[in-house]
T-cell receptor, first 113, second 111 residues
Framework: NAGVMQNPRHLVRRRGQEARLRCSPM?????VYWYRQLPEEGLKFMVY????????ESGMPKERFSAEFPKEGPSILRIQQVVRGDSAAYFC???????????FGPGTRLTVL | GEDVEQSLFLSVREGDSSVINCTYT??????LYWYKQEPGAGLQLLTY?????DMKQDQRLTVLLNKKDKHLSLRIADTQTGDSAIYFC???????????FGTGTRLKVLA
């Protein structure tokens, strides 16, 4: 019974490069959420997706960030032209119905040099 | 505002009880959660409480909820060194899908 999976666990990028973070929800879950944790802070909501739909992206920065959850395959959080301030841990969570408990993955730790 | 507040640090001796406090903001929150994060790891769901409950006990964990004061606490009985971690409370406001997390309380258990 695999939990929420994220890869890579660690990602290093130079300023200006692109970062792609992947999240596979728990089996049977079709609701995915992305959160960002800056150093020494709590998690901040970024975006909520169902299959092929973005439901709430109120926490996403207006530029450079995008997310998708295609019909087949994992959810992707994409950060273009990364800057040092993007360095953080990015967590994905999934739930069964969208209104129930969210289960978190191990996170991807992004470091921008 | 959306600030869920927690004290930053707590230090206890092994075998003592730990009490971690949280003040949340939205009285409409239906569920309130406690998560544990060990160094370099993800968030592990510890327990949650429904807003119409005052207390929930689960083995060594006791959650107390004071809706009037919007205050939530997590008590860990017989604290062990393996309990050393950051503990986050989170609220789930009614009508939204997102969780609002506190800043986390770093628990250090002294042997």
């Amino acid at each position: 019974n695999a939990g929420v999976m994220q890869n890579p666990r660690h990602l290093v990028r130079r300023r200006g490069q692109e970062a792609r973070l992947r999240c596979s929800p728990m089996k049977g879950h079709s609701h995915v959420y992305w959160y960002r944790q800056l150093p020494e802070e709590g998690l901040k909501f970024m975006v909520y997706l169902q299959k092929e739909n973005i439901i709430d992206e109120s926490g996403m920065p207006k530029e450079r960030f995008s997310a998708e959850f295609p019909k087949e395959g994992p959810s992707i959080l994409r950060i273009q032209q990364v800057v040092r301030g993007d360095s953080a841990a990015y967590f994905c969570a999934s739930s069964s119905t969208g209104r129930d408990t969210q289960y978190f993955g191990p996170g991807t730790r992004l470091t921008v040099l | 505002g959306e600030d869920v507040e927690q004290s930053l640090f707590l230090s206890v001796r092994e075998g003592d009880s730990s009490v971690i406090n949280c003040t949340y903001t939205d009285s409409s929150s239906t569920y309130l959660y406690w998560y544990k994060q060990e160094p370099g790891a993800g968030l592990q769901l510890l327990t949650y409480i429904f807003s119409n409950m005052d207390m929930k006990q689960d083995q060594r964990l006791t959650v107390l909820l004071n809706k009037k004061d919007k205050h939530l606490s997590l008590r860990i009985a017989d604290t062990q060194t393996g309990d050393s971690a950051i503990y986050f409370c989170a609220e789930s406001p009614s009508g939204t899908y997102k969780y609002i997390f506190g800043t986390g309380t770093r628990l250090k258990v002294l042997a």
